[in-house]
């Protein structure tokens, strides 16, 4: 009942709703013929593309004069201006089904560089806004943002930039294509300038843009509250104005942030009233997508059922009339299908159906990176059945397809390569691949911290413009103030100085909430984020040494690196957090712990406590075995020790800060012989009396091994019949 009232309410507010005006077809001359195919182009675009294609051919029908043939009662002759609205109108519709090829085909003809006049420059503009970066490599958004900033130049000193509001639509299109290259600082700057030019201004659909691009820029800096503030104010200005597209895109903009926030209810809410938003229009495109994006989120909510209806809803409204979103559902049916933990034998064989051929309509397609998500997803479900020969092979050809691309899918496609000749016997194949998949992970972990960081710098520029805005604020008010105080000088004399003195106080003790914040983050920066040990480089050498001899003893903890994927997200965390807390509850005081890497610690000790390296690494080990066995994990470490000073005869020879070096040459051979001996291992490095220390005087990772091949560093290990092989003296 609930549905169908909503559904009701939609058909009545579209039957009255139009929009105000278009984005991307601002100041556009439209012909009168095709302006009610140019107000219902979102709701009904099949309709708008069969009006505006006749009306266009009859354009093209119309007589033209050839030289000296014009009739005598046309005295004068004026150079006629091409008006290209209806082919951008066109284009328009076109884009709303998704076609994007005959949309290009309209506008790349139109497309001028550089775009000066309002009428090349809305072409430019729809390019940019409204046709994907995947569907036309031949404009990278790069190379978009440059022409869009330099069609603003252009516009500066004209009058009907301002009147249509044109290059406030370019700076939300800016933002647009910034934020899809991560260029965080052009998109805030772009949507600052907008919010500034439409400060006093009516156009309330472009404040209603203005916030729901707003949304995308705080959720990309990971400011969740913030973005999800100005998505509802978008949401709520696009309802109130009946703005189809702009409340389609934020319902589903909300839906996926809540999605990413594994809320699933919320997320059903919104994609649910996406559904039946557009469930009224003809706009068969956009419904079958929301379709999709509801079913994708029933199955992760585990409503298996519920989600296999609503695809084969999506199916039959694209069956015949849209291949690439046929496709989607084919490739969404196998997932579902797959994912379901009851008939496993009938459900796999519908999901290998699905996906074969899903598999086959996006390789006619030419869209590599899904054909190759659908040989991935065929590939596991030919694990899950024991059929580890044809799984390799469809991995291979994942491998093929992928080359150097789509580095997501290729992690995986290792990984499963590993688990498939692991399954087969083939262990030499199996740890191949396991260190391709682990070398992979690595490289795309890094390029995710970079982002990371990218991020965290955007919201320190953030802060810093808020207070500057502030201040500047501030100011203004002061200049209004003095301004005004001669009106009545015993009444406003009175109010300023009361509004001074508070106005004082207030910023003094914001300015003071500030410092205290930083000082808090700080310190919260100092220590790891979910174990909260203290950071290696935070550590100061020259406290952990007061004369008396240490070890240094670098652990890695294998559990460590792939936590998320065995334990979830929320588990990972919380036994990050238990591991920590134990660390410090079972070690004494005289040992030092920090986290060097997220899946390595240093322990560094007084050796008077543990007596020898042996004795040390055996009380790590079973510290280990102990809290893997309380969380059902694999508790076996590698620990590499080095004793502090490594040279007694000079003790200062080897600078504390230079150990960390060396004891990763430790943990390097303890590690091997983990590996070799599948079992808690480790590795101590110790020189020779009376070494020269002029040996040591460089980089130690080098030395060491040199030390090692010389025989003047010697080794003792928990293992001592396992050869190691030593990357320098090997070559």
């Known amino acids: 009942m609930r ?9 009545l507010l579209l039957s009255v709703s139009h929009p105000l005006w278009s984005l991307e077809l601002s100041g556009a001359l439209i012909p ?53 609205a209806p082919s951008q109108l066109l284009a328009s519709c076109y884009t709303e089904l998704a076609d994007y090829e005959n949309s290009l085909a309209l506008l790349i003809p139109l497309l001028k560089t550089p775009s000066i006049t309002p009428d090349e420059i809305r072409t430019l503009n729809i390019i940019a806004s409204e046709i994907p970066e995947s569907e036309r490599p031949q404009l990278s958004n790069e190379a978009l943002i440059k022409m869009l900033l330099n ?37 805030n700057e772009s949507l600052s300038q907008v919010k500034k030019n439409i400060k006093n201004t009516k156009h309330k659909e472009l404040v209603a843009w203005l916030a729901y691009y707003y949304g995308h820029y705080y959720d990309q800096i990971n400011q969740q509250q913030l973005a999800i503030s100005n998505f509802q104010t978008a949401n709520e200005m696009a309802d109130q104005l009946q703005l189809i597209k702009l409340s389609s895109l934020v319902k589903e903009s909300l839906s996926n942030l809540y999605q990413q926030k594994h809320r699933y209810t919320q997320a059903m809410d919104f994609a649910s009233q996406r559904v039946e938003l557009l469930l009224p229009t003809d706009n068969y495109v956009q419904q079958a997508d929301s379709l999709l994006k509801f079913a994708i989120l029933k199955r992760q909510n585990k ?12 199916f039959e409204l694209v069956e015949k009339k849209h291949k690439m979103l046929l496709a989607y559902t084919y490739l969404e049916l196998g997932r579902t299908y797959a994912s379901m933990p009851y008939d496993l034998k009938k459900n796999t064989e519908l999901a290998q159906k699905y996906l074969q051929n899903a598999r086959h309509h996006f390789q006619k397609l030419h869209r590599l990176e899904q054909e190759t998500e659908s040989t991935l ?11 580890t020969g044809l799984a390799i092979l469809q991995l291979e050809s994942v491998l093929t397809l992928a080359k150097d691309r789509f580095p997501e899918l290729r992690v995986k496609a290792f990984e499963m390569l590993a688990l498939s000749y692991e399954l087969s016997g083939d262990h030499q194949q199996a740890n191949f691949h396991f260190k391709n998949f682990h070398s992979l992970q690595n490289a795309i972990k890094e390029k995710l911290f970079a ?29 209004l103030l003095k301004n005004n105080r001669f009106k009545n000088i015993a009444y406003i004399v009175l109010a300023l100085l009361g509004v001074t003195v508070l106005f004082t106080l207030f910023i003094f003790i914001r300015h003071k909430k500030l410092v205290i914040r930083e000082q808090i983050t700080r310190k919260k920066w100092l220590h790891h984020p979910r174990t909260r040990l203290i950071s290696q480089q935070a550590q100061e050498y020259d406290q952990q040494y007061q004369g008396r001899p240490l070890f240094y003893a670098l652990v890695h903890i294998p559990f460590l690196s792939n936590l998320n994927g065995s334990k979830g997200l929320f588990s990972a965390e919380k036994i990050e957090l238990a591991l920590g807390q134990e660390l410090k509850t079972n070690f004494s005081q005289h040992t030092q712990i920090s986290q060097v890497r997220d899946n390595q610690l240093l322990f560094i000790a ?9 004795k040390f690494a055996q009380d790590i080990e079973h510290f280990f075995q102990i809290f893997s066995e309380n969380y059902d994990l694999d508790g076996s470490v590698s620990t590499g020790i080095v004793a502090f000073p490594f040279l007694n005869n000079v003790t200062r020879a080897i600078a504390p800060e230079r150990m960390l070096n060396i004891t990763c040459l430790a943990l390097f051979g303890a590690c091997q012989i983990r590996e070799i001996v599948h079992e808690s291992s480790w590795l101590e490095l110790y020189a ?3 070494i020269q220390p002029a040996f040591f005087d460089g980089d130690l990772w080098l030395l060491g091994q040199a030390g090692i091949d010389k025989g003047i560093v010697k080794l003792k290990t928990s293992h001592p019949n396992i050869p190691i092989t030593w990357p320098e003296i090997s070559r």
């Open 151 to 187: 069609s603003i130049e252009s516009m500066k000193d004209k009058k009907h930039a301002n009147k249509s509001n044109l290059v406030d639509i370019l700076h939300l299109t800016i933002a647009k294509l910034a934020l899809a290259t991560h260029q965080y600082q052009l998109a």
């Open 606 to 614: 007084e050796q008077e406590h543990h007596g020898e390296a042996k």
């Open 451 to 479: 982002l990371q960081q990218l991020k965290i710098n955007e919201q320190f520029q953030l802060i810093e413009q808020t207070q500057q805005q502030i201040q500047l604020e501030t100011k203004n008010n002061e200049l």
């Open 3 to 11: 549905l169908f009232s909503r559904v009701l309410f939609s058909c």
């Open 32 to 84: 009168a013929s095709i302006k009610e195919s140019y107000k219902t182009r979102q709701l009904e675009p099949l309709n708008c593309i069969n009006s505006v294609t006749k009306f266009m051919n009859k354009v093209e029908a119309l007589p033209t004069y050839a030289e000296g043939t014009m009739p005598k009662n046309r005295l004068t002759s004026t150079k006629r201006i091409p008006n290209h």
């Open 303 to 314: 409503e298996y059922n519920q989600a296999i209806i609503y695809l084969f809803n999506a």
């Open 688 to 690: 020779i009396e009376k």
């Open 377 to 387: 997803l065929l590939a596991q479900l030919n694990i899950r059945s024991q059929d």
